[in-house]
């Protein structure tokens, strides 16, 4: 600002522009970084930052920087209490620090590691409905000392700068919940909060973010496809088009049509130009369901895209660049083709970058109760009938069975006896006679890991349908509540969040 003294015309226009840039998108990155530059400007300072503060933590974080060692910044926290910034904090008020070197509150260690040198601090509190959010300090005003005007402007920006975050807070939380409502696992058709589920739900959470291609292994029925959705709503490509193919539903001339597209008069039938799998997914995730079963001839096509991101209709010339992340899946141990020679070694090692198994639903079991109940609310809706309950004895029925068709037979069985129990309770007589027959076969052949899931899935149901009163859940179960108590501890069972 070159009018000094009082808060003249210019420079209330100046920070009406400025807020005006500071509130032109509700991406918080964006807006943290252009309240940086904007309060660097503002005050003619050398250098600026914008630090959050996390009241749960009580820590001050480096959320944007303008300036030499702007990059050093990013991301660095201390404690609330400390600093030129913690002060500002705790007094609410804005200050200016006309040389740091003789303020202990002043901490030297980032000059040390850098060129840079701090000579004065002007800090001031972004508030927002009278509580700090932040503080913005501006440092070393160029080509003179900072004063009185200096504070008043960067005291009126900071309250701007705290309306500005604020919105673009409460942006990102609503579209974090957007998302979480149609990506989270429940919402994906992936019920569960059995430590198996778990790992493969922080290994999607870790892959999600890359472009890694990943192969899902697992039996049929283990919710394959379902967990390549979840992938793909975690991740960038979120926006942009999920394409799921089946491997294994079509001849080789057809998936080679279907996966790459067709020129006219590339085969008998082909009457016109059609976009492949590869094409229409362009920019998004392609699924590729058992992948084990292509041909060679196929295995050597999908090679090429996967190295060289581009491909040929059939019938075409022209090579046709793809942004696609594929993620395939099968129930075939790869290895073992690769070993008799049904697989390619190069593909296999293409397509296993980041293996994710998924695990049957025996080794699961505490999840059958969740699963039951989702799946007798959907089957009630589709079946236009009433949703009935399921009766502790048909759950201990359900949850001790083997299910070597996973949660697909899980769901067709449920569905089967909503039919069968008239709206009304779901009872031991309503679950089919050849899963009753065999309902405690795994127990007996595998009696640590069988009973502890069916104990286990036991006593969630029972929390779960006593909206976790230990005590009532205990008279459920027919235990005292100490009893009831070890086994939460014996199985790390924890209340959902």
Not at 19 to 32: G, R, T, Y
Not at 36 to 45: C, L, V
Not at 155 to 165: E, P, R, S
Not at 399 to 415: D, F, K, M, T, Y
């Amino acid at each position: 600002m070159t009018s000094r003294g009082h808060l003249n015309s210019e420079a209330w226009a100046e920070v009406v522009k400025l807020s005006a840039a500071i509130n032109s998108s509700l991406e918080l990155e964006h807006v943290l970084n252009a309240i940086a530059r904007a309060a660097a400007n503002i005050t003619d300072a050398e250098a600026s930052s914008v630090l959050l503060l996390d009241r749960r933590r009580s820590k001050l974080t480096f959320a944007a920087a303008a300036g030499p060692v702007g990059e050093d910044l990013i991301g660095r926290e201390f404690d609330a209490s400390l600093g030129i910034a913690g002060r500002v904090v705790e007094r609410a008020e804005p200050e200016v620090v006309r040389d740091v070197s003789r303020d202990p509150a002043f901490f030297s260690g980032i000059d040390q590691r850098s060129s840079f040198a701090t000579r004065e601090v002007l800090a001031a509190p972004m508030i927002y409905r009278a509580n700090v959010v932040g503080v913005v300090e501006v440092v070393n005003r160029q080509g003179g000392k900072f004063d009185d005007e200096d504070l008043v402007i960067l005291k009126l920006f900071a309250d701007l700068a705290a309306t500005a975050i604020q919105n673009a807070q409460t942006h990102q939380q609503l579209k974090r919940e957007y998302e979480g409502l149609r990506t989270g696992l429940g919402d994906a058709g992936i019920v569960g909060s059995s430590e198996a589920l778990c790992q493969v739900d922080t290994l999607c959470q870790r892959v999600a973010p890359s472009n890694a291609t990943v192969l899902l292994l697992g039996e049929t029925g283990t919710g394959k496809e379902l967990t390549a959705r979840y992938i793909h709503q975690l991740s960038g490509r979120r926006s942009k088009p999920f394409i799921g193919t089946n491997c294994a539903a079509l001849t080789e001339t057809l998936l080679e049509s279907e996966l790459f597209g067709h020129e006219r008069g590339a085969f008998t039938g082909a009457v016109g130009r059609k976009a492949g799998r590869f094409e229409l997914a362009d920019g998004g995730t392609l699924f590729l369901d058992e992948i084990g079963e292509i041909s060679p001839a196929l295995q050597v096509k999908l090679l090429r895209v996967l190295q060289e991101r581009e491909f040929v209709r059939v019938g075409g010339t022209q090579s046709i660049a793809c942004d696609v992340r594929v993620i395939a899946a099968t129930n075939r141990d790869l290895q073992s083709a690769v070993s008799d020679g049904e697989f390619r070694e190069d593909l296999f090692y293409r397509l296993n970058v980041f293996p994710i198994r998924l695990p049957p639903l025996r080794e699961r079991r505490e999840d059958i109760p969740l699963l039951v109940e989702q799946f007798v609310a959907q089957s009630a809706g589709r079946l236009n009938v009433g949703v009935p309950s399921v009766s502790t004895d048909a759950l201990a029925i359900l949850a001790s069975h083997h299910w070597p068709g996973n949660i697909r037979e899980l769901q067709n069985v449920v569905e089967r006896m909503v039919l069968m129990c008239d709206g009304g309770e779901i009872l031991p007589m309503h679950v089919p006679r050849e899963i009753a027959a065999t309902a405690r076969e795994t127990i007996d052949v595998q009696p640590e890991s069988g009973l502890r899931g069916y104990e286990r899935a036991m006593i969630i149901q029972a929390l779960n349908g006593t909206k976790w009163n230990q005590t009532r859940a205990a008279e459920v179960l027919g235990i005292s509540r100490d009893n009831l108590r070890y086994r939460l501890k014996k199985y790390n069972i924890q209340r959902p969040r």
